[in-house]
């Protein structure tokens, strides 16, 4: 083949590779669009009266009108709310990964018989939408004496979390080399602390990613809280946003900034997290 001939074909390479750059990179700004610009619009409203959110709803708003947040902060439960959304998330997610990372490791790491028919179980739980038992669990809530609890919901979130956090940090902890545990052993170390102080901090990455994908479920949830919380100092962010719609009329910019407060608890913890969330994703691809 001539120098003229290979020149031609590495200038179409490149060219093609360069068309499918380039290509990707319009396929990911038009994604990056479409997920920004609800929370875009979302954040103009909290600062707009209903007539300008109608009137305008892609106008800059002026953002010394605080008027919504105001009226947030001292003429709702808002507080209260965001209070029950954090102690009800907080603690399921505590216990998701506390009782996930223990049940994962005991499949991951221990040969026993049935071993596999355990990992089963958890992941059938992936296939069984809890909100098909809705009557069957409200009955159980009530012979429990927990119905209308913050424990009731935090049950119910517990149950939705394991199957997906056993699947994730099973996966993650058969990656990791047995080396490590066995020189612990040759050390004196006991299980537990083999576990809790060398395999923990090894397995971090995939703890964030199980923790941000049960976290962002259980806080926007609604279905549960509003069948087993009737109270109204017990309601949770996503119930207790209803309170500003009405039957006739709705204060939309009011309703707007409750979202964008509600919002900016989830999306702050998982710009801090998200190197580790990064890092738990590339993970396995790179091991």
């Known amino acids: 083949m001539s120098a003229a001939a290979e020149s031609y074909y590495d200038r179409r390479g490149i060219l093609s590779a360069l068309g499918r750059d380039g290509l990707i990179q319009i396929i990911l700004i038009a994604n990056t669009v479409v997920m920004l610009a609800p929370i875009v619009i979302m954040f103009f409203a909290a600062f707009k009266t209903n007539a300008q959110i109608f009137q305008s709803p892609f106008s800059i708003p002026d953002f010394s009108n605080v008027g919504n947040i105001v009226k947030i902060w001292s003429e709702t439960n808002f507080l209260r ?26 499949i991951a790491r221990y040969r026993f018989w049935g071993a596999s028919f355990v990992l089963m179980f958890f992941l059938a739980g992936l296939t069984l939408p809890l909100k098909l038992a809705i009557i069957p669990l409200f009955i159980l809530m009530r012979d429990l004496g927990i119905l209308n609890t913050q424990l009731s919901l935090i049950l119910i979130y517990v149950a939705m979390g394991l199957p997906t956090t056993v699947f994730i940090m099973t996966g993650f902890i058969r990656t990791l ?111």
């Open 81 to 106: 709310y965001l209070l029950n959304s954090v102690i009800v998330t907080g603690s399921a997610i505590a216990i998701i990964l506390t009782l996930g990372t223990m049940a994962a490791y005991g």
């Open 177 to 287: 080399p047995n080396e490590l545990e066995d020189a612990a052993r040759m050390d004196g170390a006991s299980e537990p602390r083999i576990m809790w102080s060398i395999m923990l901090p090894l397995v971090r990455p995939a703890l964030v990613i199980s923790g941000i994908q049960n976290v962002v479920p259980i806080w926007n949830d609604f279905f549960f809280p509003l069948i087993f919380i009737q109270k109204d100092n017990l309601k949770t962010l996503p119930q207790g946003l209803t309170t500003f719609m009405g039957e006739y009329t709705t204060d939309w910019g009011v309703l707007f900034a409750g979202l964008m407060l509600s919002s900016a608890p989830v999306i702050i913890v998982y710009i801090i997290l998200s190197r580790q969330f990064i890092n738990g994703m590339t993970a396995g691809a790179v091991k």
